[in-house]
T-cell receptor, first 114, second 117 residues
């Protein structure tokens, strides 16, 4: 079956522009996670969704970052007024709703802010 | 608060040699432990996980890991590596308490395994 998909795969934008990153989780997975992967920094947790609600937004770096999920499926991560330090690979993962289940990761969106 | 430490950022090893990738965690509560692998230009995939029971966990591609509660470690091992094992390996921890309201996973910074011919 289909895995987690993300679009676009690459995004180059100018400083100050807004960007939207999209994640399509595996069907039936109620949990959805966004991470940021920077060189040498590992995976930085951004936000977690349980269904359409986000009980844990503790990882969002600033108020320029926001995310939503609709219909318990697709999620979008929006970065407003992008800065060069936002350049990274943004990963989405989904899982069944228990802590013991593995997360299935998408291929990521590589964001470059010029 | 939970944290995960992967002290080795890079590990070079010759083909067919054994390897151990270290992972230590810090947590005041019971945890689940995971190892994920990221092959070049690919997404992360699960190698193995420890939930409970036997402390020695076997995963895919001949990898295994041992949970050591007293040392708060979950080191990953393989007795004989192949060129194809060249990848980045991430250790992760999640809260195992049934009463916990968080589903957050904490990842380490990763260890880049480079297998040399």
């Amino acid at each position: 079956g289909a895995g987690v998909s993300q679009s676009p795969s690459n995004k180059v934008t100018e400083k100050g522009k807004d960007v939207e990153l999209r994640c399509d989780p595996i069907s039936g997975h109620t949990a959805l996670y966004w991470y940021r992967q920077s060189l040498g920094q590992g995976l930085e947790f951004l936000i977690y969704f349980q269904g359409n609600s986000a009980p844990d937004k503790s990882g969002l770096p600033s108020d320029r970052f926001s995310a939503e999920r609709t219909g318990g499926s697709v999620s979008t991560l929006t970065i407003q007024r992008t800065q060069q330090e936002d350049s990274a690979v943004y990963l989405c993962a989904s899982s069944l709703q228990t802590r013991s289940n593995e997360q299935f990761f998408g291929p990521g969106t590589r964001l470059t802010v010029l | 608060a939970q944290s995960v430490t992967q002290l080795d950022s890079q590990v070079p090893v010759f083909e067919e040699a054994p390897v151990e990738l270290r992972c230590n965690y810090s947590s005041s509560v019971s945890v689940y432990l995971f190892w994920y692998v990221q092959y070049p230009n690919q997404g992360l995939q699960l190698l193995l996980k420890y939930l409970s029971g036997s402390t020695l966990v076997k995963g895919i591609n001949g990898f295994e890991a041992e949970f050591n509660k007293s040392q708060t470690s979950f080191h990953l091992r393989k007795p004989s590596v192949h060129i194809s094992d060249t990848a980045e390996y991430f250790c992760a921890v999640s809260d195992a308490r049934t009463t916990s309201g968080t589903y957050k996973y904490i990842f380490g910074t990763g260890t880049r395994l480079k297998v040399l011919a």
